[in-house]
């Protein structure tokens, strides 16, 4: 199985020993020893995946490496997180995700409506199996421990990904910005119950539910 590890906070370095790995299409930087370069479709695999690129009209590409030596990635100078999978599910923002280990299965999920009256729905990678994930985050991510206890809420435009026993729905909130007059419309959180961790990232992107 390939190696992942660190190079400072912005690089994956993945030490591979006649292994593979899938990562986002453009993302190697560089590379020592032998490597072989395959283009692939990305969103997800078989015909569900295809089904659902077409849906959600998603350009994600990646591409599979593979061989002898360390290749290098990163994209848009983005804050790097690796996450270990021991059979568990991952699910990332197919933006926010930069590499896996080849033998982790991908697909898509639909997670539910931002908002009723724009009809807009979302779908979100999931990484299952066991092996390694690298996610990125626009400046360093921070991790949330969810409990029965203490639920989280979310901005849609912060979140990155989740694991865990964890149940998800949309919610109408009030935001900052609403409550200083910036809004102007729908303002959505995505409410976690349940066990297990959310990553988050200190921007927002922009999403397609409205203001958020």
Request: glycine residues 16%; proline residues 2%; aromatic residues 8%.
């Amino acid at each position: 199985m390939a190696t992942f590890r660190l190079q400072g906070s912005k690089v994956l370095a993945v030490d591979m020993t006649g292994d593979a790995v899938k990562a986002k299409n453009g993302s190697m930087v560089a590379y020592d020893g032998q490597m072989a370069f395959k283009k692939m479709s990305g969103g997800g695999e078989g015909l569900r995946g295809m089904v659902t690129r077409r849906l959600t009209g998603e350009q994600m590409t990646v591409m599979e490496v593979k061989g002898h030596g360390t290749c290098y990635f990163a994209d848009r100078a983005s804050e790097i997180n690796l996450v270990s999978l021991t059979g568990d599910k991952l699910f990332v923002e197919a933006s926010n995700l930069l590499a896996t280990d080849a033998g982790l299965r991908t697909g898509t999920t639909f997670t539910g409506l931002r908002g009723a009256s724009q009809g807009n729905g979302l779908f979100t990678t999931t990484i299952e199996g066991h092996g390694q994930a690298a996610i990125m985050s626009d400046g360093p991510a921070v991790v949330l421990r969810v409990s029965a206890q203490y639920p989280l809420s979310v901005d849609p435009g912060a979140y990155i990904a989740h694991q865990g026993n964890l149940q998800q729905r949309f919610q109408s909130g009030v935001t900052f910005r609403t409550l200083l007059g910036e809004g102007s419309g729908e303002a959505f959180q995505i409410r976690f119950e349940g066990e297990g961790l959310v990553y988050v990232q200190p921007s927002e992107r922009n999403t397609i539910g409205g203001d958020v």
